[in-house]
Structure formats: structure tokens, C-alpha cells
């Protein structure tokens, strides 16, 4: 598999049982850090009998993890300046009373910088009385902005970004037999996260859904295409929200291919667009109204 080698060591101490309950998950803005945190999941719960294979990513419980699926998988993110105590206290409460059908419970808080001291403290009382199936990921771009009895209770990975050509050799070793054009698309993507681009390469369904969201954002570049994009979504509704992302992604790619004048106003839509589509795809993870939320959106990447 290839991995940064942050990962590796990571990896090799889930492999050897040596993990703890912990992590802060420090790297760039971006994706990286919440990249890193879904594989650390797969590796606690992956289901291969081939301990140097885990994590696979083709078992059921990696797959339900990577695509945030899986019942003991539990998300805390905001777009919000900050993240409410409560929505703290809402997740510890969470992974108390639900089920537990995966060998390890995974609570991910993402932006882990946006809690408040309150909220932080009141982490702080799970992290010192830590259940022995539960594992938390911190992700945030800053390990600094943590309280120090927070930090001093967690094991710190750095998720590095790394650069293209890097990614690009790293593809080149791992997937001898892939045309240069699907090579360069999973750089793109990547950015600079080498397992998102593995991924694209070596998983289908994952392939597919960024066909599908690169098809979408074609549509969104023209007039008179609002019915035919909404459709579109609308035929993948259950995978929505990934296809949000994925399109996030695509157009961030894109504007740094593109090299623009960081004030010209093409710029300025491209980074709108970029968080209205982070923005949807985070409602309807929260079980926002379809409708709603996509004719929002509709409204203000057509505007």
C-alpha cells in the first residue's frame, strides 16, 4: 500500500497492537489530516485475516469506513466559527449508548481547533477515562490551538502534504499499468494526500462516483443546465454528499492547475463554489431536506 511514511509507523503500531485511544491528526488545510483519519480507521477495524494487509480496503468494514457509512463511525464537523459544548457532549453521548459492532468504536472531531476551552475539557474527561473500544482523531491544521492536558493525552500524526511529483512517482511504482491520463487525474485529486490518489486507481466505485462528480461540475460551467444538474444528483442521492466533496476537490485541483490571479473574479467564484459544495455536502450528512439544500446550492454556484 502506499503511504506517507507517518502513516507506515502508524500502521505498524496498529499492526502490533500498540495503537491508543488518542490521536491528533495535524496537517495543512485541506484534506490530508481527514484523508489520514478514515485510514486509521480501516486499519483498528479492517476484517483481512493477513495482519500486514490491514488495512485493505476492499473488506466491508473498510469500505463502510472510508465512505462513512459504518455504524461505529462517529463524525463531528461544523462549518461554523466554533464547535458548541454540546455537540461535544452530543458525541460522547453518542458513542456511549450506540451500538458497537466494529472491533473499535472511531470518533473523528474535524477542525478539532474550532472547540472552545469548555468544549476541550469536556473532551478531556472522556480522554482521561477512555473506553477500551473507542479511539478518537483529532483533525486539526494546528496541534498548538489544543489545550495541553489535551494534547498530552493524545499521540500526535503529522499528515504532510506532499507534492505532486512525489504523489506522481509514488502512482507510477504502485500502479505500473495505468494510462497517464487516469495517473495525472489521481494527482489532481489528491492534493497531496497519496491514499485518496491510490484509491482512485485501485477502487471502482470510487472512480466512478469522480467521474460522475467531474460530469456535474461540467454541467454547472454552462447556462440553461440547472434541471440537468439537479437531476444528476438527484440519481445518486444516497452518495450525495460524497459527490459534494468530490467536487470540491475537482474545482480546488483545478484553480491551482490553473495558476489565476488569486483576486480576479473567476477566482473569487471558483472559491465560493468551493464551499457551497463543502457546505451542502456537510448538511446532508446531517439529514438536511434534498431539495432544499441542492436548490441552494444550485442557486448560488449558478449566480
Not at 489565476?260 to 473567476?266: I, L, M, V
Request: a negative charge; proline letters at 3%.
Amino acid at each position: 500500500m502506499l503511504a506517507a511514511p507517518e502513516t507506515q509507523r502508524f500502521l505498524a503500531a496498529v499492526r502490533a497492537g500498540k495503537a491508543v485511544h488518542t490521536y491528533i491528526v495535524e496537517g495543512e488545510e485541506g484534506f490530508p489530516g481527514s484523508v489520514m483519519a478514515r485510514v486509521a480507521a480501516c486499519a483498528l477495524n479492517c476484517t483481512a485475516v493477513d495482519l500486514g494487509r490491514r488495512p485493505c480496503f476492499s473488506c466491508s468494514s473498510c469500505r463502510r469506513f472510508l465512505n462513512g457509512t459504518h455504524e461505529d463511525l462517529h463524525v463531528l464537523a461544523t462549518t461554523k466559527k466554533l464547535i458548541p459544548v454540546d455537540d461535544v457532549r452530543g458525541l460522547i453521548a453518542e458513542l456511549l449508548s450506540s451500538a458497537n459492532s466494529a472491533r473499535c468504536k472511531i470518533a473523528i472531531i474535524e477542525q478539532a481547533e474550532k472547540m472552545n476551552e469548555n468544549g476541550q475539557n469536556c473532551l478531556l474527561k472522556t480522554l482521561e477515562e477512555p473506553h477500551g473500544n473507542t479511539a478518537f482523531f483529532l483533525v486539526t491544521e494546528n496541534a498548538e490551538a489544543l489545550l495541553p492536558t489535551v494534547r498530552s493525552r493524545a499521540r500526535i500524526l503529522h499528515a504532510p502534504r506532499l507534492e505532486d511529483e512525489t504523489i506522481r512517482g509514488l502512482i507510477r511504482d504502485g500502479f505500473p499499468d495505468a494510462a497517464e491520463e487516469r495517473v495525472e487525474a489521481a494527482v489532481a485529486l489528491a492534493d497531496g494526500a497519496v491514499l485518496t490518489a491510490e484509491r482512485f486507481l485501485s477502487d471502482e466505485t470510487y472512480a466512478a462516483r469522480v467521474d460522475t462528480a467531474a460530469r456535474f461540475l461540467k454541467l454547472t460551467e454552462k447556462s440553461g443546465t440547472v434541471g440537468e444538474a439537479f437531476a444528476l444528483l438527484n440519481e445518486h442521492k444516497s452518495e450525495a454528499s460524497e459527490l459534494l466533496e468530490l467536487c470540491a476537490r475537482l474545482l480546488y485541483a483545478e484553480r491551482k492547475k490553473e495558476n489565476e490571479d488569486p483576486h480576479s473574479e473567476r477566482t473569487g467564484r471558483q472559491i465560493r463554489n468551493v464551499a457551497a459544495f463543502l457546505s451542502a455536502a456537510d448538511d446532508l450528512t446531517r439529514y438536511a431536506n434534498f431539495n432544499l439544500t441542492i436548490d441552494k446550492l444550485l442557486i448560488t454556484i449558478y449566480s
